[in-house]
């Protein structure tokens, strides 16, 4: 997998920003200092340069409720208005907004101006509804444009959008919508998947059946013309209702601090946890980052950013960033091996995208179907490379800059999280000398340290610890969705209320520059997305056959983690004879239908123990070991040493 030659023609040299690139990036050496010295002057100024106030703000920071910010107090705002009708005012109505690539090969070109006549549209029909300021709106759509008008839609009428990815399940749905309260819920009757269409509606219809949920209208957009069942008086078509409406609609000021999304993520536990974020502050640092790191030029670029619109990062830099600069990009409803492995490099060369953002998983994947993919098609519009979800391995960054940047891009590693709303640590193009493999240090405005067990920030190369985050940030999350104590416990007291606790394991190098480790809590990375292991625990122990269940990511080549589960079985549910790989298979089949497929075991094993502490804690680190094929470590706090012998010889190792 690894390429020799990638690395022998990079040095140092090579990694310095080229100065035709720095004198016009938009990003700039100066800031780090501006911002150091000057903290809420800096970010005031970033406010009022890259957002259109309908009222300005008096106050930049109100941090006297920590850990509840408060930004830009006093201001108000519409964020549609802010990426949508500004641009047309500005007499940029016929630039394209979104190049729109479907599944099935079929093509929309939307301009700004079309893209507020059909946000418009939405808004009013989404009154017409019923929908007004502080409503919750359910949106379980997958990459079409109507998503992204929905969402515009949205935050036109203060109403708070809540997205959930196409690719969890029912079961995944209904929490979601139910810890929301939504009171309307858009949907699609299917979704392409891999040139073959996928019913979605009908996870709705089985996540409205519990009794207690509060969603009075389900929209309808047709994309597949699958069959669906409907329920009078609550499914709409949406081309019943939308197409017809007025395509003018005047946008309302809402105050900064108005909440715009929820969107659910894993935490340790096995209760979602819905991270909740509002107007002023999300959608100044969006656009700010969009603006600094991946140096979009609105009126040059062509961006592309691969993720699905359900994650924060379709949120910020598909929605909110570019759009509210006034970026044109690429929104691709496929799969990159849809209708062959070069699909992505075609759509590059199709529309000469000159920035794209991707993860490392895709990234290895392609490294696994070989260079000779790319080599077919032209590349050379591409000028800036980004990474984001989760650690890219150096030999990944090396081909990626080499295969698809033509050895020339400034690749920018972008470390963040659902919780920073945007992006937090990550090089500047043309300002900063790259170091592959590392997300290298904080962006201007933003404050970062790493600390020891006991709580202390150092900063001697190599010596592992805690990443926190030392100041509030404009696109800092508000709180988890009706539990500010959760809120408080997971972030805010694991090193005292001054630290933003991130969760992740981080180091220096010799250079100063961050390395991210992964996590250091019970969660795991698959292909860029977060999933705890408590909460597929709690699926597999949902199973009649399952008595007790363990889980931990394994290192994977390509997904980065994978869940890899480890189950004993009630004795009264299973016979004898059971035929393991078939209840292997059913298990795995279980965890999908209970959370989605991402979350499928990648193994599930069959033992007769868990590992266990005096305490009764499960040692996951142990089975962590088998589950990547090491030698297992230290057993010496087991409350039964033999059980991981016990474990190796039905695992036949
Ligand atoms: C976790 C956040 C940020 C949007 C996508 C994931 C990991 C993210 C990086 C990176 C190393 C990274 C962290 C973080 N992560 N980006 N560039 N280098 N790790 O958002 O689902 O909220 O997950 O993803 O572990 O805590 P998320």
Not at 246 to 260: G, I, N, Q, R, V
Not at 310 to 335: D, F, K, R
Not at 468 to 475: D, Q
Request: hydrophobic share 35%; proline share 5%; aromatic share 10%.
């Amino acid at each position: 997998m690894t390429d020799d030659s990638l690395s022998t023609h990079l040095d140092r040299a090579t990694l310095e920003p080229d100065p035709a690139f720095t004198a016009q990036a938009n990003g700039t050496q100066d800031m780090y200092a501006a911002a150091e010295a000057d903290h809420e002057g800096f970010w005031a100024e970033q406010g009022r340069k890259y957002l259109t106030w309908a009222k300005d703000f008096d106050t930049t920071l109100d941090w006297s409720q920590a850990p509840f910010a408060q930004w830009f107090v006093g201001g108000e705002l519409n964020v549609a208005y802010n990426c949508v009708d500004r641009h047309v005012e500005a007499g940029n109505g016929d630039r394209v907004a979104i190049h729109f690539e479907g599944d099935q090969g079929d093509t929309r070109t939307i301009t700004y101006a079309d893209l507020q006549r059909e946000v418009n549209k939405v808004a009013n029909a989404l009154t017409e509804l019923g929908v007004g300021k502080g409503d919750t709106v359910m949106i379980y759509m997958p990459m079409i444009p109507e998503t992204v008008f929905t969402m515009l839609a949205c935050a036109r009428l203060g109403a708070i959008h809540s997205l959930v990815f196409g690719g969890f399940s029912a079961e995944a749905l209904h929490t979601r919508i139910n810890d929301a309260q939504a009171k309307i819920a858009v949907t699609t009757d299917g979704q392409w998947r891999r040139g073959k269409p996928a019913p979605l509606k009908a996870a709705v219809d089985e996540a409205l059946e519990h009794a207690d949920n509060t969603v009075e209208k389900v929209l309808v957009v047709k994309r597949t013309g699958t069959d669906v069942t409907w329920t009078e008086g609550r499914d709409i078509w949406w081309d019943d209702v939308v197409p017809g409406q007025s395509d003018e609609h005047t946008p309302e000021a809402f105050d900064s601090e108005h909440p715009l999304f929820i969107l659910y993520t894993s935490g340790t536990t096995g209760k979602p946890k819905g991270i909740f974020h509002t107007s002023g502050g999300y959608l100044t640092q969006a656009a700010y980052t969009n603006a600094i790191v991946h140096d979009v030029h609105p009126e040059t670029d062509v961006y592309w950013c691969t993720a699905d619109v359900g994650w924060v990062t379709g949120h910020s830099y598909i929605v909110y960033g570019p759009l509210a600069n006034g970026a044109t990009q690429v929104l691709y409803e496929g799969t990159p091996d849809t209708p062959h492995q070069g699909r992505w490099w075609e759509i590059i060369e199709k529309y000469k995208v000159s920035i794209f953002y991707t993860a490392p998983t895709a990234i290895r994947t392609f490294m696994k179907w070989g260079h000779d993919i790319p080599d077919k098609f032209d590349l050379s519009s591409i000028r800036v490379l980004g990474s984001v979800g989760e650690p890219i391995n150096p030999e990944a960054w090396l081909w990626y800059r080499k295969y698809i940047g033509s050895d020339k891009a400034p690749i920018v590693d972008t470390w963040w999280q659902t919780e920073t709303g945007a992006i937090m640590i990550s090089p500047l193009p043309g300002v900063t000398t790259l170091e592959p493999g590392s997300a290298q240090k904080p962006i201007p405005g933003i404050s970062a340290e790493i600390l020891d067990d006991e709580g202390n920030p150092f900063t001697e190369a190599e010596k592992v610890g805690y990443l926190v985050l030392t100041k509030p940030w404009p696109s800092m999350l508000r709180g988890i969705w009706g539990d500010p104590d959760r809120y408080r416990d997971t972030y805010w007291s694991r090193f005292g209320p001054k630290y933003y606790f991130a969760g992740d394991g981080a180091k220096y190098d010799e250079r100063g520059n961050i390395w991210l480790l992964g996590r250091v809590d019970d969660v795991m990375n698959v292909s860029g997305h977060r999933l705890s292991t408590a909460e597929i625990e709690s699926a597999l122990v949902s199973h009649p056959k399952v008595a007790e269940a363990a889980v931990v990511g394994a290192n994977d080549e390509t997904t980065g983690q994978a869940p890899v589960a480890f189950v004993i079985l009630r004795a009264d549910a299973v016979s004898d004879g059971e035929d393991k790989d078939a209840l292997s298979a059913e298990l795995r089949g279980h965890v999908g239908k209970e959370i989605g497929p991402i979350a499928k075991p990648r193994n599930v094993m069959i033992v007769s123990e868990l590992p266990k502490t005096r305490s009764g804690k499960i040692m996951r680190r142990l089975l962590k070991d088998v589950a990547e094929g090491r030698d297992i470590g230290d057993t010496t706090t087991l409350a039964d040493s033999s059980v991981m012998n016990l474990i190796k010889e039905t695992l036949g190792g």
